[in-house]
């Protein structure tokens, strides 16, 4: 290490992101170099949700190391294969978002080009049909990928299911062991240099006082660090994304963990169901300009599979992204850079991806304004995306069965989700910007789902004869058919695999 480099981090704030920030930043200076103090406040406690991941998640367990049984054991976590959206496009429909491989793409042409084709000609049913992780999902049966040659069981992507409390827990002790410095507190006071405005230190209520050279600002929604100290503001997208509230409660399971989340539109926004070893979690995520917040819980509490096992919570948000999420020696992770709400599942994504960005930008202590630049660049790029897709839910559907549904079908749209819609309406063409989240086919699935159906289809899928298709798509439905047969129930595969042992409490 040169003098020039960060020589103590200071992580404000214990909830997820600050975890997860600290776990990753333990991991990689296995307190070699550089400091890691966290400070967090019992007594404001965390937002305690954020129960349900997509695939992306393993890339961080890998970069930690996690031996991934154990993980669901301590987090009492289950599988997710993708999120079934009930009721989003009309009353009575239901389609999976899916991860994965959807059917098997033929001379180097996505297969849902070809589904497409037979399906405008009546011959196809739904995508889904032909999706492995969707039919797996809807049968409650998992596996992990085996080595199957060109099966598609060697290649099943997935995500979890958790206990946010546990998983917070989990990865406390995964970073305390290597070596992060805990410190209970509420911090009262940011101190800046009044020369470069840079964060020095802040003050605890306690009087004690903690310096750093790089601020990781964790504090949730307010963004104590970066909005309040800094002025850093926040771009408001509830025009767009207009759920602000959401009530969550935890229930008793009806019957065995379903491998996938379930979201099902409400009149004022739309409620989740995500099923873990020991509990179901859920909640009502609605927009408080169409409904009001008595309205919302009673509607939740009265769409639950058991008996509440706790007291409802009302949490308030406000949709969009601050103006910058890097700033002086300030980096904001989690809730303090933004919040899309929690229709897909992005928000820990966020934090990863907001951590391994960190790790390639990571600076010293000259902070080189270019490499802050292209953070904030990047990070603006990925949340724009996704804010795109999220939209897409809502914006695409036939509802108008309420005054929410009616502002959403006929809101004004970004020009950047307009464009893919317009692409995809023609030819069916779904063209992934850089590095976006969201791929061709979960893009696909969304629009197919929220029905958007394409006038045409890709125009090489023409050069395959029309019985050679059928008989290929037959093919490939009966493969995905009997693989999905041999897959174990989802259960079976926890209680054999991760399970954790009911006395553990
Ligand atoms: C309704 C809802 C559902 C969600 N569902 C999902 C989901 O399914 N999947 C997903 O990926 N994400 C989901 N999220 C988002 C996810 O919960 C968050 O991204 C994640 O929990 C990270 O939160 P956080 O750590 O940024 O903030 P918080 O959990 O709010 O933590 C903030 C921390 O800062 C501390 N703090 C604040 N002020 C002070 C102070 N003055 N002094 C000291 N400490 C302080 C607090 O004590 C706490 O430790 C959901 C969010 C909401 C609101």
């Known amino acids: 290490m040169t003098d020039r480099n960060i020589r103590k981090i200071l992580i404000a704030g214990g909830g997820t992101a600050g975890w997860m920030t600290a776990a990753a930043l333990a991991k990689i200076f296995r307190e070699r170099g550089c400091r890691i103090q966290l400070v967090e406040s019992e007594e404001i406690g965390t937002v305690g949700v954020g129960e349900a991941t997509i695939p992306q998640v393993q890339l961080y367990n890998r970069l930690l190391g996690l031996d991934e049984d154990d993980f669901l054991r301590r987090t009492r976590g289950t599988f997710k294969l993708g999120i079934q959206f009930v009721d989003w496009y009309r009353k ?4 999976t978002h899916a991860f994965g491989e959807v059917g098997r793409d033929m001379e180097a042409i996505p297969f849902y080009h070809y589904w497409l084709k037979e399906h405008l000609a009546g011959r196809a049913g739904a995508i889904g049909d032909y999706t492995l992780a969707a039919l797996a999902a809807q049968q409650g049966k998992f596996m992990r990928s085996i080595d199957a040659g060109n099966s598609p069981l060697s290649n099943i992507v997935y ?6 409390a546990l998983y917070a827990r989990y990865l406390r002790e995964f970073a305390e062991q290597r070596g992060v410095v805990r410190t209970e507190g509420r911090i009262r006071r940011t101190n800046l240099n009044p020369h470069n405005g840079f964060i020095e230190s802040v003050a605890l209520e306690s009087g004690e006082s903690i310096g750093a050279d790089l601020f990781i600002d964790c504090t949730g929604f307010r963004g104590l660090l970066v909005g309040e100290a800094l002025g850093v503001g926040y771009e408001d997208w509830r025009h767009w994304l207009p759920c602000d509230r959401a009530w969550a409660v935890p229930c008793e399971s009806a019957g065995d963990p379903v491998p996938y989340t379930r979201s099902t539109a409400r009149p004022a926004g739309w409620q989740w169901r995500i099923p873990l070893q020991h509990r179901t979690g859920n909640g009502h995520v609605y927009s408080s300009r169409f409904m009001d917040d008595g309205e919302a819980r009673d509607m939740l509490l009265q769409n639950l599979d058991g008996a509440p096992l706790a007291e409802p919570k009302l949490l308030k948000f406000t949709t969009g992204k601050r103006r910058k999420f890097w700033h002086r020696n300030c980096v904001a992770i989690g809730l303090a850079s933004g919040f899309m709400e929690p229709l897909e599942s992005t928000s820990i994504h966020l934090v990863q991806s907001a951590i391994a960005r960190l790790l390639t930008l990571f600076p010293n202590r000259h902070f080189d304004v270019e490499d802050i630049d292209e953070y904030n660049r990047q990070t603006h790029f990925e949340m724009d995306r996704i804010r795109d897709f999220l939209i897409l839910h809502y914006c695409a559907t036939e509802r108008d069965d309420s005054e929410f549904w009616r502002y959403c079908r006929t809101m004004e749209l970004p020009e950047t989700l307009l464009q893919k819609i317009g692409q995809f309406r023609k030819n069916g063409r779904i063209v992934r910007v850089d590095g ?28 395959m004869p029309d019985e050679m298709l059928a008989a290929r798509m037959a093919e490939i439905k009966s493969v995905i058919d009997r693989s999905v047969e041999a897959m174990p129930a989802h259960s079976e595969f926890i209680a054999k695999h991760c399970a954790r042992p009911t006395e553990e409490g």
Not at 92 to 95: E, K, L, M, T
Not at 437 to 454: A, D, H, K
């Open 159 to 164: 995500a979890f299911h958790f206990d946010a």
């Open 92 to 95: 009575g429909s239901s389609y």
């Open 436 to 463: 976006e989240l969201f791929n061709e086919l979960s893009w696909m699935e969304v629009m197919v789902g929220q029905g958007i159906i394409p006038q045409s289809y890709h125009p090489l899928v023409d050069v």
